[in-house]
Nanobody, 127 residues
Framework: QVQLVESGGGSVQAGGSLRLSCVASGDTNNRNSVAWFRQSPGKEREGVAGIYIPTGRPYYLDSVKGRFTISQDNAKTTVYLQMNGLKPEDTAMYSC????????????????????WGQGTQVTVSS
């Protein structure tokens, strides 16, 4: 079992920045990927950014490339999502997920492949 705890959400004006954290505990060795997802009312959950734990290779949703950066700490138990240039359309509940998935290149953004989820942290961007 893996437990995930997110933090760092909040309310900012358009153009501002936030840094989300996702701390993993428990059986953290039996996994290879972490991803951030977001969901706003009336919309489907979408993968925003993912990271392949062994190498740190990142993956991004097209609409956040150049604005968001995903990274991990040296212990590989905390994953960060640095969000710059925030837009009102980035407003959503952000959740991190982790698991041991195959075909990371193709599947990192599919929520069904992850075994463990955090409770989420709200990000609100005002215009």
């Amino acid at each position: 079992q893996v437990q995930l705890v997110e933090s760092g959400g909040g309310s900012v004006q358009a153009g501002g920045s936030l840094r989300l954290s996702c701390v993993a505990s428990g059986d953290t060795n039996n996994r290879n990927s972490v991803a951030w997802f977001r969901q706003s009312p009336g919309k489907e959950r979408e993968g925003v950014a993912g990271i392949y734990i062994p190498t740190g290779r990142p993956y991004y949703l097209d609409s956040v490339k150049g604005r968001f950066t995903i990274s991990q700490d040296n212990a590989k138990t905390t994953v960060y999502l640095q969000m710059n240039g925030l837009k009102p359309e980035d407003t959503a509940m952000y959740s991190c997920a982790t698991g041991k998935i195959s075909g990371v290149d193709r599947n990192w953004e599919k929520d069904g492949v992850y075994d463990y989820w955090g409770q989420g942290t709200q990000v609100t961007v005002s215009s």
